[in-house]
């Protein structure tokens, strides 16, 4: 029978516990996210702004449907994927989304009134006569 060590390396499989903290994205996935955010919301205006007044006329109020309503139309796409995903439609694409602290869903509400509205806000200052 050979001696037992007490100073030899355990031989139990040790495997690391997982963590129960939710992985975080990385500043450059929340920047893609964003960049496509913006991207995907000029897709929105764009079309109808420069379009809207050559078709139009630049007076017409045909040119502001011409650029309301795409934008109300990809608003609503950016809502429905904060409902369903709780994730824009950018970060869906980087394939993150936004939880709380502890790991569990935001609600709505508190994406759009808390975080959505003051930065829309906030960057249509420049813009403000």
Same mark, same amino acid.
């Given at each position: 029978?050979?001696?037992?060590?007490?100073?030899?390396?355990?031989?139990?499989?040790?495997?690391?516990?997982?963590?129960?903290?939710?992985?975080?994205?990385?500043?450059?996935?929340?920047?893609?996210?964003?960049?496509?955010?913006g991207i995907v919301m000029s897709l929105g205006w764009v079309p109808g702004s420069v379009l809207g007044p050559r078709v139009f006329g630049p007076h017409s109020p045909l040119t502001a449907l011409a650029i309301? !309503?795409?934008?109300l139309i990809v608003l609503g796409l950016q809502l429905w994927t904060l409902v369903?995903?709780?994730a824009s439609i950018g970060k869906r694409v980087m394939k993150a989304r936004m939880t709380r602290p502890d790991g569990s869903e935001v609600e709505?509400?508190? !994406?759009?009134?808390?975080?959505?509205?003051?930065?829309?806000?906030?960057?249509?200052?420049?813009?403000?006569?």
């Open positions: 029978m050979a001696a037992v060590n007490p100073y030899a390396t355990p031989k139990a499989a040790i495997e690391d516990a997982a963590s129960t903290e939710p992985e975080l994205a990385t500043l450059w996935q929340r920047f893609a996210g964003n960049f496509i955010d309301v !309503i795409p934008v369903r995903y709780r709505v509400w508190r !994406i759009v009134l808390l975080r959505a509205l003051p930065v829309a806000v906030l960057s249509a200052i420049p813009f403000a006569n």
